[in-house]
């Protein structure tokens, strides 16, 4: 799958398949599925396109405001956690990526965890990605 800024269901599609990818790991785990909260994908898309936009790399934007925070304001009532990347040009690198590095692992391989949006922004070129969950 090629990343593209062009139409949203091409987004769409490449988000899922990082879903898809995640739940790989986590039934090899013996873990359960998480399912996709469009809450969550907002959340996530904003902030792909924010840390794009404002030329940074963090969970807290300069406007202060944290990853629960931002998932409490898209509605979703119990944030959990967060995962950011950039730079992986399809899902299978991005995950790869998430889980070589202990922190970003342990999100997506979290046993409570239940939902899940992920959100993909390219900008000049450049794919930003975040995974918010949910509980």
């Known amino acids: 799958m090629t990343l593209s800024a062009g139409r949203d269901s091409v987004r769409v599609q490449i988000e899922n398949k990082v879903v898809s990818l995640v739940n790989v790991e ?3 785990r ?3 599925r998480l ?3 469009e809450r969550l994908r907002r959340s996530a898309r904003g902030h792909s396109e924010d840390m794009a936009e404002r030329d ?3 969970h807290q934007g300069p406007r202060g405001l944290s990853p629960f925070e931002r998932m409490l304001a ?3 009532e119990e944030p959990a956690g967060e995962n950011i990347a950039c730079g992986q040009d399809t899902p299978a690198q991005v995950v790869h990526a998430w889980m070589q590095s202990v922190p970003h692992r342990r999100n997506i391989l979290h046993k409570d965890f239940g939902t899940i949006g992920v959100g993909l922004y390219v900008h000049a070129g450049i794919p930003w990605w975040t995974q918010n969950f949910g509980y």
């Open 35 to 37: 399912r996709i909260d």
């Open 30 to 32: 013996g873990l359960g």
């Open 56 to 58: 940074y790399f963090a």
């Open 74 to 76: 898209a509605g979703v």
């Open 26 to 28: 986590r039934a090899r």
